[in-house]
């Protein structure tokens, strides 16, 4: 049995879950969303995206640097009392179960559409969910070793992939350079918040990390990795369909990778290795939430080991995931979450607690 | 224990059935008919009474292995289609005003056993079905009650729309909606457009490739080395009429044992407007900037006719501002090489005289020529599939705003001037 409360994460591991946790469903529609609010210019909203996201993890950093050794659970209690501050821990909870539940939910939809066309729903979230509950009943140290193994063949594939995109790509496209209103620019921004979510993960790791001084390196790299992964899918994609025809596409990266065709019998249609590959962006996403939630629930019910909270999340989360109609409303729902749900628990919230806590320890000074 | 063990076997089927969940839709090779090509025409409700003719159930029946004696049952049957003695449904009912069909759809896909050990010689190649429907994409739900192969786009090399079909903006974005939408289709289908009717040309078996499908794509595909195919994929036919709602479309004659892909049908808003001949599909791919190899033998010194082929070709678009007015300008660059030339002339193709003379006069050739498709395009169709108001939006984004309210008239209206460029190199083994 491993034991839990050992496992420390180092510097490249937290990197390394940086990347994983940010780069998960939200890529395959990111560039259709972002084409419908700026046109051509979401090379720029996606660059801008990262960077406020970047900015509102340091928020994250400092909050959680108050006191390195417990989570933000504690530092919630600390601040706002012993109830409120486990109903704010609750709310955090289904967050990640509701954002659980939209992965879920896409990587199924977009599996069915081009690899499973006549297997159930149903039996593609829950295959997808036990094979991510498996893992993530062990510790943090094993999650990341797990990511470490995944991530850098994904990028590698995506990588290679884009050069066989390359030939076709019309850079004329991108043209004119941002012709937009101000007001456009921050609709934009608001489209990328979901591919950029994740991050606030590490509100509960800060005690598994070996170096805490060196997570602000780790994290700018993951960023780093991200938005370019990013640059490179989106430029891409308007390169080759042009704004306008992007705008009416439901899954554009994948459209984008899908027609590669490298020397006729090479590489032909590879989308279902395009569809694969998202599924283990998404399923490292995922494992991390799942276990993320069960930390959670395990410090606010005081237990020693967090791997029997997994499996209760995902009744819940298979419930959720199957609530919305179709793809199209699961894409209005994830919006309305992450520019409510996700800014309050991302940005807002540790906000008031840094100030609460901080104001109490100078009157605690004084 | 006992019931531990029961448990854990429960457990076990369980996991078992959710893990093996990949073969749930499994298809094995040969059960799939792989699509190679698409006709879509609209439907001629003659065409079906051809097949419900005298003759060709004549044919039917002679063709059929029954014996003669062995008559099949003769069932009359009222419009619907439906017998009136046992109420039960037969055929497939009649069209008339009120079911008339849209589309008369072809579907070719390759006899797999062919390619097996166990083929026999005689056995087809391929296999072509042609049936009446409402929907294309659709047809293969319809092919199902007949086939039993699962018909798969996933593979679909060319679609080929009939003439009298591109007629109509309707069913011309019908069809473009269907292809762009299904998930099975590859968005680098080659499009083609036909002469007469789609059937007519998947109908023909072309000596060198006979299964027509693969034969049109091969063609498409060398396109790009070639100067007189241009390759139409799917998405780009999309793009661009989603971007200026015009395209060009590659086209394809049918011929007995042949299948030549020539010249091009240029559409706006959905509707075929006129025909591109070879030499205009020439010059319309160097002023896209498409071409990389074209061979241009209109040049006449003394009684022979000198062919150059071209090498290398660089185009650039301009946008020039003349007094308020905008002016397109495309610069041609071109390199290539004499391959014919009079034999013992006495002037060598590579020095002065000669050259420069070889030069001008294919720069007097392909301006004209350039200035000719202009015409066509400007006044005869037009129709801006040179890109000119893309390339405005996406260079002028000041001027475009004023310029898309009635673009079909600014666009006479716009200056084109194409400066040809030609560089003389080689003249193969001979001075």
């Given amino acids: 049995m491993i034991i839990n409360d050992n496992d420390k994460i180092s510097s490249f591991q937290c990197f390394v879950l940086f990347v994983s946790v ?281 237990t020693k080991e967090h791997n029997f909270f997994v499996f209760l999340q995902l009744p819940f989360i298979y419930i959720l995931s199957l609530i919305p109609q179709n793809i199209s409303e699961t894409q209005r729902f994830m919006d309305y979450f992450s520019y409510f749900f996700a800014t309050f628990l991302a940005l807002f919230l540790p906000l008031v607690t840094y100030t609460v806590l901080s104001v109490k320890r100078k009157v605690k000074k004084t | 224990m006992r019931i531990k063990k029961e448990a854990a076997l429960a457990i076990l089927i369980i996991f078992l059935t959710l893990f093996l969940s990949g073969c749930w839709d499994r298809v094995e090779i040969e059960d799939r008919g792989y699509v190679l090509a698409l006709g879509v025409d609209k439907y001629d409700p003659s065409d079906l009474n051809k097949y419900e003719s005298n003759e060709y159930i004549d044919l039917d029946r002679k063709t059929q292995k029954f014996s003669p004696e062995q008559k099949k049952p003769d069932i009359k049957t009222n419009q619907k289609g439906i017998d009136p ?56 739900n319809y092919l199902e009650r ?71 794509f091969e063609i498409s595909k060398n396109a790009s080395i070639y100067g007189r195919v241009i390759d139409t994929p799917l998405s780009q036919v999309v793009n661009s009429f989603i971007d200026s709602n015009c395209a060009v479309i590659s086209r394809v004659e049918p011929g007995v044992e042949t299948l030549k892909v020539a010249g091009a049908a240029v559409f706006k808003n959905f509707r075929f407007v006129g025909w591109l001949n070879e030499k205009q599909l020439q010059i319309y ?50 390199e290539g090489e004499v391959v014919e030339f009079v034999f013992k002339s006495g002037y060598k193709v590579l020095d002065d005289p000669i050259r420069k003379y070889i030069q001008n006069e294919l720069n007097k050739i392909l301006k004209t020529r350039a200035e000719d498709l202009i015409y066509l395009l400007k006044y005869r169709y037009n129709a801006d599939v040179l890109g000119i108001g893309d390339l405005i939006s996406k260079r002028r984004a000041k001027d475009w705003e004023k310029l898309k309210k009635n673009w079909d008239d600014e666009f006479k209206k716009i200056d084109i001037e194409v400066i040809p460029d030609v560089r003389l190199r080689r003249s193969g083994t001979i001075y």
Avoid at chain 1, 46 to 54: A, D, I, P
Avoid at chain 1, 178 to 189: D, P, R, V
Avoid at chain 2, 97 to 122: C, H, M, Q, W
Avoid at chain 2, 149 to 177: A, N, Q
């Fill in chain 1, 22 to 302: 940010m780069i998960g469903i939200g890529i395959m529609f990111m560039p259709s969303s972002v084409a419908k609010a700026v046109e051509q210019n979401g090379w720029f909203v996606v660059l801008l995206g990262g960077m406020l996201s970047f900015l509102a993890f340091l928020l994250i950093f400092k909050l959680t640097m108050l006191d390195p050794d417990v989570t933000v659970i504690e530092l919630l209690t600390n601040a706002f009392g012993k109830i409120v501050g486990t109903v704010f821990s609750i709310m955090y909870v289904i967050y990640f179960i509701i954002f659980s539940s939209f992965e879920t939910r896409l990587i199924a939809e977009t599996a069915k559409e081009f690899l499973f066309t006549l297997t159930p729903n149903e039996v593609l979230v829950i295959t997808f969910l036990l094979s991510c509950a498996y893992l993530s009943r062990y510790g943090v140290e094993v999650i990341a070793r797990m990511c470490e193994v995944l991530m850098p063949g994904i990028v590698l594939i995506i990588i290679i992939l884009s050069f066989f995109v390359y030939q076709r790509l019309d850079f004329s496209n991108l043209l004119p350079v941002l012709n937009i209103s101000f007001l456009k620019l921050l609709k934009g921004i608001g489209t990328t918040i979901f591919s950029f979510l994740g991050f606030e993960v590490f509100l509960f790791f800060m005690p598994y990390i070996r170096r805490k001084d060196k997570l602000i390196k780790s994290a700018f790299f993951g960023f780093l990795v991200t938005v370019l992964l990013y640059e490179v899918i989106i430029i891409f994609a308007t390169a080759d369909f042009g704004a306008k025809e992007m705008q009416t596409m439901v899954w554009p990266t994948l459209n984008l990778f899908r027609d590669v065709t490298v020397l006729e019998i090479v590489i032909e249609r590879p989308e279902s290795i395009v569809v694969a590959l998202w599924m283990i962006t998404t399923y490292t996403t995922e494992i991390i939430f799942l276990m993320t939630t069960s930390l959670i629930l395990a410090r606010i019910f005081n």
């Fill in chain 2, 85 to 140: 003695q046992t109420k039960r449904k037969v055929k497939p009912p009649l069209p008339n005003s009120k079911n008339e069909y849209k589309f008369a759809v072809t579907v070719l896909f390759p006899n797999l056993r062919t390619i097996g050990k166990d083929s026999k010689p005689d056995e087809q190649m391929r296999f072509l079905f042609v049936r009446p429907a409402n929907n294309v994409i659709g047809i293969r």
């Fill in chain 2, 146 to 216: 007949e086939i039993n192969k699962r018909l798969y786009y996933g593979y679909l090399k060319v679609i080929v729309l009939g003439r009298d079909l591109v007629e109509e903006p309707g069913y011309m974005k019908e069809v473009l909606d269907g292809l762009s939408r299904e998930s099975d289709i590859p968005q680098n289908t080659f499009l083609l457009v036909s002469e007469t009717t789609a059937r007519d040309v998947l109908n023909t078996m072309p000596l060198v490739q006979p299964v027509t499908g693969i034969h049109l």
């Fill in chain 2, 285 to 334: 791919k160097l002023l896209m900037g498409k071409a990389k190899h074209t061979f241009i033998d209109d040049l006449k010194y003394k009684s022979t006719y000198i062919p150059f082929v071209t090498t290398e070709i660089q185009t650039q678009k301009k946008i020039k501002n003349e007094k308020g007015r905008l002016k397109i300008v495309y610069n041609l660059r071109i």
